[in-house]
């Protein structure tokens, strides 16, 4: 099952393997801020041990819990925030990047405030500072991996840490295979291979741990519709069975691709 962020027609879709039409669950009562509607949603995760979803309510700088099950109305859980990714680890607590302020934030649901786990000492090209942080990414060792989509780099923050590590891009903004143009979506396995969408350059690359440079996994056949190709590329995922499951925007699609993992 796959739940999209319809940004532009302010839902959430759940869209169950095989199906030809998506289901909506949260938002889909227009572009307004009340606790049935959504404003630009940007990103959604599951909470299966609360069974609701997360969202990011991004055009209402807010982030939003949501029944998965007939739920009509959303719950506000943090607002004033200029939410461009989330995330969740394993101990329920969620992770917000606030795309304004710099930084990424986790937080507990019934907090009043988070605690900066990443950035937040100002927009710079540092290695404590982030510019503009997008998707983000949570591992087993709460170890917060962040497209910082401005300064073209995925950063890696340790928990704990004052400053991140550069592990993907970083190379100033191009389609060399060390470089990155726009990140997006991210997502790192148990090897710490870092799988990232690089939108502008329309494809995937996959940064194996303490590489230089990437690989192309899925895409860099320049901009277009064919199953080949994407049209500026914005998130990704993966199933149990390792495919690849990519957010292929303004082709308004979802391409499932197998990938081999083995290489990684």
């Known amino acids: 099952m796959i739940y999209i962020a319809g940004t532009s027609n302010h839902r959430i879709l759940e869209w169950k393997y095989g199906a030809t039409n998506g289901r909506i669950v949260a938002g889909g009562n227009g572009p307004r801020d009340r606790v049935d509607q959504l404003n630009n949603p ?3 995760v599951v909470d299966k041990e609360n069974n609701c979803l997360i969202i990011c309510d991004e055009g209402n700088k807010r982030v939003m819990l949501w029944p998965r099950r007939n739920g009509t109305n959303g719950q506000i859980i943090s607002s004033n925030v200029r939410c461009a990714g989330l995330a969740m680890d394993d101990d329920g607590c969620f992770y917000v990047s606030d795309c304004k302020i710099h930084e990424v934030r986790r937080w507990r649901i019934g ?3 988070g605690t900066v786990v990443a950035g937040g000492n100002g927009r710079g090209n540092h290695l404590n500072q982030l510019n503009c942080p997008s998707y983000i990414f949570v591992d087993q060792y709460y170890s917060v991996y962040i ?4 300064n073209y780099r995925v950063m890696k923050w340790i928990r704990g840490a ?3 590590i550069v592990v993907a891009g970083g190379q100033g903004k191009g389609n060399g ?3 990155l143009s726009c990140p997006r979506g991210v997502i790192v396995d148990q090897l710490g291979t870092v799988y990232v969408v690089d939108c502008e350059n329309n ?9 230089k440079e990437g690989t192309v996994v899925v895409g860099g056949n320049n901009q277009g519709k064919q199953l080949n190709q994407f ?5 990704l995922s993966f199933d149990r069975e390792g495919n690849i499951y990519v957010v292929d925007c303004s082709n308004d699609r979802i391409q499932r691709f197998n990938i081999d993992l083995t290489s990684s």
């Open 42 to 44: 940007k990103d959604v």
């Open 203 to 211: 494809r995937i690359m996959r940064w194996s741990k303490e590489a």
């Open 111 to 113: 907090d009043n405030c």
């Open 162 to 164: 004052t400053e991140g």
């Open 177 to 179: 295979l060390a470089q």
């Open 231 to 235: 049209y500026h590329p914005e998130d």
């Open 147 to 150: 497209s910082d989509e401005k």
